[in-house]
Structure formats: C-alpha cells, structure tokens
C-alpha cells in the first residue's frame, strides 16, 4: 500500500504540531510525560517571587509556579503551583518562599510533615510561609549597623570641630614648640643612653671584679651565718640571762642599802664620814706638800726642829 501525498502532509503537519506543543512545555519547564498536580498558596507578599520558578523539596525540583493572581478584596496574593505526583505531600506542608543564592532568585520550597499522613488532593491550599534570604538578612543587619557609623561619623565631626576650636594658631604654634622640645629631649635621651652604655662597656671588667667581690662577700656571709647556726646560741642566751638576773639582784641589793655601795648611796651619814675622811686625807697630803720637814727632818749639824703649825682647813690658801 502506498502513502499518498495528504496522507505524508497530514503526517507531516500532526508531527510538527505535537513537537511544538512539547517544545512549548519544555521551555515552560513541564514534562508532557508526567502527571501533575495543582497546589494553592496565599501570601500577604511574594518578595520578588516569579511564574515558572521552581519548587523544590528538599532541594530536588518537583514542579513549578504556574501562576501568580492578586485578590481585590484584600491584596493577598494566591500562587498556583504544579507539582508532580509522584512526591506525595502531606495537607499540614509548608510552602516556603526562600532565596536560594544571591542570583538565582527567589523559589518556593516544601516543608514536609512527614507525621501526617493526610496527602494532598488536586486544588488544595498549603500554608505559606516567607523565609528571610541572604540578601533580606545581611540588610537588617546592616541597617542598625549604618545607623550606628552615621552616630560615631557625627560624634567624629563634632570632635574634629571641638579640636578645631581649641587648637588655634598659638595653640598649634605652642604644640610645635613642644613637639619640638621633646624631640630634643629624646635625642639628649638616646646620646645620655649612648653614653652610659659605653661607660659600661670601660668598666666591664671592674664591675665584673665587684660582682665577684660581692659574691665572695655573700658567701663569707653564709658562712658566718652558718657558723652563728652551729654556735650554741640557747646556752649563750641563758647565761646571758642567768647574769642579767644576777646584775638585777645586785642592784635590788644596792637599792635596799645592803654593803657598802648599798650603804654609800642610801645612808647619809656613811657618806658624810666617807667625804670628811677625804677631806682630812686631803689636807694632809697638802700639808706634806708644803711643809715636808715637818715629817721627813734631815739635819746634819743638829738643827732645832721648828715649832708645829696646823694646816688651813681650805686648800684654796695653798695656791
């Protein structure tokens, strides 16, 4: 049997139509060899959100948006989504509008309950949801963040000003001055430093003698210290005591006039013999000193002694 030429045209043309209408569909992003399920989802705003973006679960892209209508009424906004029917989803879902990446723009993504096991049914509404994207989050963060560089930008401004205000020209003049000063001052520091530093350097060899010297000292002095530790020091001490107490009962005694000490200092009338007895030793070594004849007579031709005479009773009669 051979195919007329209609029949090859009609062919021809039922072929391009079916690749057209499969063309359509896959530029639209839906499979012509899958069942599809349509979804409902209200939202007070779609943030960017566009028709034919995906949607995905967890991660994995089971359908699309199909359309997006606004109601009169109220201004919510109702977004139709087709998905496959393969993935079956619960009625307590959620659909999540999230971004993704900074250029992929925004996706509705399904949240899954997976301890309900009530599955949807063509023309059901899921619960919707607006998750914060990366792009949203950094400008919340961002904005008191702003905020607060304008605040210390403004208080920078007015100190800058403050500062103007006070360093006028003399001020600035008497700034320099001192700058300069202690410039000056650093530099006498460093050639003071200089100096010290070679001073140390010439008597390297002396302080290193009195370094020694002074170690030698310490360890004469250790061993000072060690002999005090092995010295009996108990013993010392309690003779010292033992004496101490003997000197306390001498004096005791001296206050209580017992001996002569005792008696010199507490009776009066030991002491007064005691100064009358000096004084007549005393006026009888004076009378030796001025008449020694009268005790030593030396005579040779028999010389007649001189008559007696008393001494003064004052030495001052003397001199």
Not at 40 to 59: F, K
Not at 76 to 88: M, N
Request: hydrophobic residues 40%; positive net charge; without cysteine.
């Amino acid at each position: 049997m051979k195919l007329t030429r209609e029949i090859k045209t009609a062919i021809l043309v039922i072929a391009s139509i079916l690749l057209f209408i499969w063309g359509y569909s896959f530029l639209k992003g839906r499979d012509l060899f899958s069942s599809y399920t349509t979804l409902y989802v209200q939202y007070d705003s779609v943030e960017g959100l566009a028709i034919s973006a995906p949607v995905t679960l967890n991660g994995l892209v089971i359908g699309k948006i199909e359309n997006i209508t606004i109601n009169p009424n109220d201004g919510k906004l109702l977004v139709e989504l087709q998905i496959k029917t393969d993935f079956p989803i619960s009625k307590s879902s959620l659909a999540t509008i999230y971004e993704p990446g900074f250029i992929g723009g925004k996706q509705i993504a399904i949240e899954p309950n997976f301890s309900d096991k009530t599955v949807v049914e063509k023309g059901d509404r899921l619960q919707g949801n607006v998750r914060l994207g990366m792009t949203e989050s950094l400008s919340k963060k961002l904005v008191p963040l702003q905020d607060k560089i304008e605040k210390v930008l403004v208080n920078a401004d007015n100190l800058i000003s403050g500062i103007n205000n006070v360093l006028d020209k003399k001020t600035q003049e008497d700034l320099k001055k001192s700058i300069a000063e202690l410039s000056k001052t650093m530099e006498q520091f460093h050639q003071a430093s200089a100096g010290m530093n070679s001073l140390l350097a010439d008597n390297k060899t002396k302080i290193n003698g009195a370094v020694t010297n002074f170690n030698k000292m310490s360890g004469n002095f250790a061993n000072i210290s060690e002999s005090l530790d092995k010295a009996d020091l108990g013993k010392t001490v309690e003779t010292l005591n033992a004496s101490l107490a003997k000197v306390k009962e001498i004096m005791a005694g001296l206050e209580a006039g017992k001996g002569s000490m005792g008696k010199l200092l507490n009776d009066d009338a030991f002491y007064n013999n005691l100064s009358k007895t000096s004084k007549e030793l005393e006026l009888l070594l004076q009378d030796v000193r001025l008449y020694p004849t009268r005790y030593i007579n030396v005579s040779l031709f028999g010389k007649k002694n001189k008559p007696y005479k008393a001494p003064t009773d004052t030495v001052s009669n003397s001199k």
